[in-house]
């Protein structure tokens, strides 16, 4: 059959990583022995002794030749075990795609995730007798299928196989793919290569921002739980509201999920520990890291301690992720029982204390001190019953220190605009909340007067932004949606690699999104063996975005350092409607513990318009 069309030829050159390598013990070891695997290691031996160092990956080169959109010849050196073809002509059109395997070079054999679980000769002990050190770690095969689908054209995958498995979509492009309010703006704030994996933001009192990246999700970055997390701070100088410089704060953090500035430094939540880091020689990098408390449970990845707020009470509050732990404070050698609980804390003291609720990736407050948090399919709970309070009497029985707030009549059920995936598990919760995480209480009014004192929260699977309105119901909340959002939703994406896991009330008034960007949001101790062999569980590991959303005729409120103003200028600016800019406010003087501004304190208690003030400005006395 005749080609046509344009030939269009590519490489890309990747590192197929090894597994870690023996230690030089081992190797003698090994060498003692009269056979090759001997013989291979005494080799290794040499080059030690020699000063070199051993290969910890292998460089490799994967190219494609395109006919048009009529054939693509795909070339993979070393002897290919056959799952690549198998995996690549089900990612793409069979009758279009040529796969070939000794191409180029022969450096070995190159195994397939499948078959360095069972081990065996391709598996491993071949790679003796191509003088290689040792054998190739499971990531190879998702390293060898990315550099693939670079190089081959979307137009050779299948109309099905295009449904189930969409290609991302570049940032400058993204804002096209939002449904939104009408009347809404969309701001891309900061997007890849500047942050990847973004799953935590927090406002900084010097105008910056922190974003803490969960890059090692879902399984480590060599797929056997090497930490990978970091922690960047953002800077947008040129003020042009898009963050231009980035600044690699922390890394090699496991899993991290929950960040918040404190002091000159920052706390991080990496289970089993809450970090405190701080830069003191202005390098922009992390040089003292201390273990404030540990214990939290780590054996789910998707339900850590996460979520660090400000309360009005002058201490910091956060989500035990569903499980809590046993928490040792390393300050003062006090360990607390916490399991199935949230918790509060005083990171200078090293105080803990359980609190009521207990919630998996979200917990919030109003501008009233009112808790509220989520889980996976639960958008909204609240606490209205302090567990310091029920710890005077251990001996009352006392009432579900929960309550599920959502009072639709069917509150689980979503109105997505993006494809609806086949899931990896429950087909039932097609179009249902699986996801819930990273909630919010909007406070302020830039969005508008009646979009106050709303819950927003990310339903990450169905690649949306579920909105309530919270209204009191005696001594607990009702939730309910708009009534223009019956059958919709606040914020959507056609793009299902859109991942908004945490939602916040920026200092501009606007309502910020955080997108984790990724093609996968399961771990893969969830998913079926057949299915997860057909995917690349780290896609998008490169990529990560943060939006923002507000009213297209509205200004939004200017966002300043607060560190350079003096004590009596942030009394006068504690007096906003924006409840993120009044905890920062309130956080720096706590922290100043300047008493000369009592008075003035004591004169915005009385005087401010706002009753949010007025019960701030009371708290920051206290």
Known sequence: KPLFGPLTCQTERVHLPFEKLPTREQYEEMAKRNDPFGYNARRQLARLDRGEKLMTELPYLVQSWTFGTNLAMVFLPGEVVVDYSLRIKGDYDPNRIWVTAYANDAPCYIPSKRILREGGYEGG????????????????????????????????????????????????????????????????????????????????????????????????????????????????????????????????????????????????????????????????????????????????????????????????????????????????????????????????????????????????????????????????????????????????????????????????????????????????????????????????????????????????????????????????????RAVDETKSQFFASTDNWFRPVEIRTGPDGALWIVDMYRFVIEHPRWIPEDRLAKLDVRAGDDKGRIFKTYPANQSLRPVRDLTKLSSAKLVSLLDTPNGTTRDLIHRELYQRQDRSVANALKNLARKSKNPAVRAQALCVLH
């Open 125 to 480: 002990d071949a790679m003796i007798y191509y003088d290689k050190p040792t054998k190739f770690a499971e990531p190879v095969e998702e390293v060898i299928i990315k550099a693939v689908r670079n190089l081959v054209p979307r137009e050779f995958i299948t109309r099905e196989r295009l449904l189930e498995n969409p290609p991302p979509v570049k940032a400058s492009e993204s804002l096209g793919t939002f449904h939104r309010k009408d009347g809404f703006v969309v701001e891309l704030v900061a997007s890849e290569p500047l942050i990847v994996d973004p799953v935590a933001i927090d406002f900084s009192t010097d105008g910056k921002l922190w974003v803490l990246e969960m890059n090692d999700y879902p399984s480590g970055m060599d797929g056997n739980y090497k930490p990978g997390g970091r922690l960047k701070l953002l800077e947008d100088s040129n003020g042009d509201g898009r963050y231009d410089k980035a600044s690699l704060f922390l890394e090699d953090l496991p899993f991290p999920t929950g960040v918040m500035q404190w002091r000159k430094g920052v706390l991080v939540c990496a289970a089993p520990d809450i970090l405190y880091a701080e830069d003191t020689n202005g390098d922009g990098k992390a040089d003292i890291v201390k273990k404030l408390f540990t214990g939290f449970e780590t054996h789910n990845y998707q339900a850590r301690v996460n979520s660090l707020r400000w309360g009005l009470d002058n201490w910091v509050y956060g989500s035990g992720g569903l499980f809590g732990g046993k928490i040792k404070s390393e300050i003062t050698g006090q360990i607390i029982e916490c399991s199935g609980r949230d918790f509060r804390m005083n990171p200078d003291t090293g105080e803990f204390e359980p609190v009521a609720g207990i919630s998996q990736q979200g917990r919030m407050r109003d501008d009233w001190g009112n808790w509220f948090g989520c889980d996976n399919s639960v958008f909204l709970w609240h606490f209205p019953l302090p567990d310091r309070y029920v710890r005077r009497n251990p001996h009352v029985t006392t009432p579900n220190p929960r309550l599920y707030a959502v009072k639709d009549t069917e509150p689980n059920l979503l109105f997505p605009v993006s494809h609806t995936m086949e899931r990896f598990n429950n087909p039932n919760s097609a179009n249902r909340s699986t996801s819930v995480s990273g909630l919010e209480v909007y406070r302020d009014t830039v969005l508008g007067d009646e979009f106050y004192g709303n819950v927003f929260a990310g339903e990450t699977v169905h690649n949306l932004v579920q909105r309530f309105l919270l209204t009191p119901d005696g001594a607990t909340f009702k939730a309910n």
